[in-house]
């Protein structure tokens, strides 16, 4: 049992495909509840060399990547909660790495 987000009930089930990895990796995933589609998502990653100079070149590039990601999803979380979109409680006795 998965609890992604507090406005996502413990009633979906999600579908997760992913591409042989080679020069691209495409991951796929399906959020469904009832059996209906609730949220369809694509990832597409292209491979690149991994060293410390390419590591330090994507920081040096986006260095505020982190904090804009996770200011979204705050974003977001407050206009749904504005909304009165309705929040699902964690349920208790299902923590990290428990199913």
Request: hydrophobic residues 45%.
């Amino acid at each position: 049992m998965m609890h992604v987000s507090p406005f996502n009930g413990m009633d979906q089930e999600y579908e997760f495909v992913f591409t042989r990895p080679a020069d691209r990796l495409i991951v796929h995933m399906n959020t469904l509840e009832g059996g209906a589609t609730v949220l369809d998502a694509t990832l597409n990653l292209r491979r690149e060399a991994w060293s410390a100079g390419a590591l330090h070149r994507v920081l040096r590039r986006h260095p505020w990547m982190t904090a804009k990601v996770i200011g979204a999803i705050h974003w977001q979380a407050l206009r749904l909660w504005l909304k009165r979109v309705p929040v699902h409680t964690h349920p208790a006795g299902h923590g990290a790495g428990k199913t």
